[in-house]
């Protein structure tokens, strides 16, 4: 069956930084299907061959050393372009005759992918399903759906209702590139292909879990973007909460999206709802030195760029363990790092080393160092019954050859053959906002929590690490 992948918002930065590179790299992997097409859509009037050459130029910079010129001419012959207006009914009716004309009279595979400015899907939504253009009479029809997905829970119930009046649930798919890191679907391998990990994976064993999710870059020329979405918007709602349900979700019965998602969303419903008092105790929020003096950033903006958090999941596996989340822009070092802590031994034998033995700790690399780590304790040989933490080091980069693949070749590759186990539902998404939204309206009241200043460079505010300390436990500061 042909199949074709329209990108609304064509002309950008998106589809040049990631979704083209991110097709090439399919086909010279020979793992596009057969007759696919790649179609963009934007009001730029390029024609087919002005956006064939805007890609090859901004391809060759993307893909740097993955970058060949006869096997990019080949994928250039299946890229066409076909300039219109979201608003306009009639450029939706053209796309449509213009796609049936590429892919014959039969049936297609279609994927819409809705690259645009996030105040455009739903309008995109609702034309595709005017324009009969979602109907699935003639083939499968797949729209895939950028974050931010709203802006709070509302809006997202809002889109979703927008979407939904004109797509079944089975054709919507909501993307969160996190879920197309190697390391992040390596989490579920790691917890559900070994056995070694489930028993010990829960409050009998496990102190405490920290998922920190930190950037070396600052916000560049998105204040726009920025100044509405801040950090909670921006990384917890989408990709950090992702990462905390992979943790903590039970083994679902089969690895297909609505067993997988079904156990994820329960996590989320499983979050202990916050109350005034857990909020001001429990949330934190930062901002680097200099934000205030970016491009368009308002010079009183109390728009955090830092923020920590503690969440409790209320259920049997988890109960009275917390999970602390972190994530900033401008800190020491590009890392995503999933922590967990296991319990100290509950009875010391060896007198006088006590205060040397580190609980263990399994650290999940998932970027950019991709890879696990296990420290335990090791006796240090010659020196009597003295011991200290040691590694068993798994890197990515040693035991697999050839560069990782960038996430949205999974996902794409997935929407075109119809896979969403890596992709949100409706519910989840809705789920993540309920945790987020009193965060938000909490932090709305004036200085609650106050916003922390860190010089770039470091793990955000001095007053996280404070605030870690108080519990009696120490944030995982490393690169
Ligand atoms: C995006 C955020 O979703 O994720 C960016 O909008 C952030 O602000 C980026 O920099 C991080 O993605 P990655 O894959 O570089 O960790």
Redesign the pocket.
């Known amino acids: 069956m042909p199949h074709s992948i329209v990108i609304f918002g064509a002309s950008g930065d998106l589809t040049q930084r990631k979704l083209i590179p991110a097709l090439y790299q399919l086909h010279r992997k020979g793992r596009l299907p057969d007759d696919t097409r790649v179609v963009g859509f934007s009001r730029t009037k390029f024609t087919h061959d002005e956006w064939r050459a805007s890609l090859t130029e901004s391809t060759q910079k993307f893909a740097g050393d993955n970058f060949d010129a006869e096997s990019w001419g080949e994928f250039a012959q299946k890229i066409f372009y076909h300039p219109g207006d979201i608003g306009q009914a009639e450029d939706f009716a053209e796309l449509d005759k213009m796609l049936v004309e590429l892919e014959g009279d039969g049936e297609s595979e279609r994927v819409y992918y809705l690259s645009t400015a996030p105040r455009f899907y739903g309008p995109a939504a609702e034309m595709l399903g005017k324009s009969g253009m979602a109907d699935e009479s003639n083939g499968p029809r797949r729209v895939v759906i950028e ?1 931010p997905f709203g802006t709070d829970g509302e809006t997202a119930s809002k889109l979703n209702a927008v979407v939904h009046s004109h797509f079944a649930e089975h054709q919507v798919y909501r993307i969160d ?2 879920l197309g890191k190697e390391t992040v679907q390596n989490l579920m391998v790691l917890r559900f292909a070994n056995s070694i990990f489930e028993p010990i994976w829960n409050r009998n064993y496990i102190n405490h879990v920290q998922i920190t ?1 930190a ?1 070396e ?1 600052d916000i560049g020329s998105r204040a726009g973007y920025y100044e509405t979405a801040g950090i909670i918007r ?2 917890f709602q ?2 950090i909460l992702q990462l905390m349900m992979i943790t903590a979700m039970e083994a679902p019965v089969k690895y297909a999206a609505d067993p997988v998602r079904d156990e994820k969303v329960k996590v989320l419903q499983a979050v202990r709802p916050m109350t005034p008092e857990m909020l001001t105790a429990d949330t934190f929020r930062g901002q680097y030195d200099g934000y205030l003096q970016e491009k368009d950033v308002a010079p009183d903006s109390q728009t955090a760029t830092f923020a920590a958090m503690k969440l409790w999941i209320d259920n049997w596996r988890w109960q009275g363990v917390p999970f602390y989340l972190r994530s900033g822009k401008a800190m020491s070092c590009r890392t ?1 790092q999933i922590v967990i802590r296991f319990r100290r031994p509950p009875h010391m034998l060896f007198e006088n080393t006590s205060r040397n033995c580190e609980a263990n700790q399994l650290v999940i690399q998932v ?1 950019p160092a991709e890879g696990i780590q296990m420290h335990f304790q090791t006796k240090v040989p010659d020196q009597g019954m003295r011991f200290r933490q040691t590694d068993l080091d798994f890197r990515y980069d040693r035991e697999f050859r050839g560069v990782m693949p960038e ?1 949205y070749e999974r996902l794409l590759l997935d929407a075109l053959e119809g896979d969403a186990s890596l992709f949100a539902r409706a519910d989840e998404v809705e789920a993540a906002w309920s945790i987020c939204d009193p965060i938000l309206q909490h932090w709305q009241n004036e200085n609650q929590p106050p916003v922390y200043k860190y010089e770039r460079g470091f793990w955000g505010p001095m007053e996280s690490t404070e605030w870690m300390r108080e519990t009696g436990r120490e944030w995982f500061d490393t690169c």
């Open positions: 974050k590139h996190y999710v950037e870059v921006d990384m989408n990709h995503t970027q996430a």
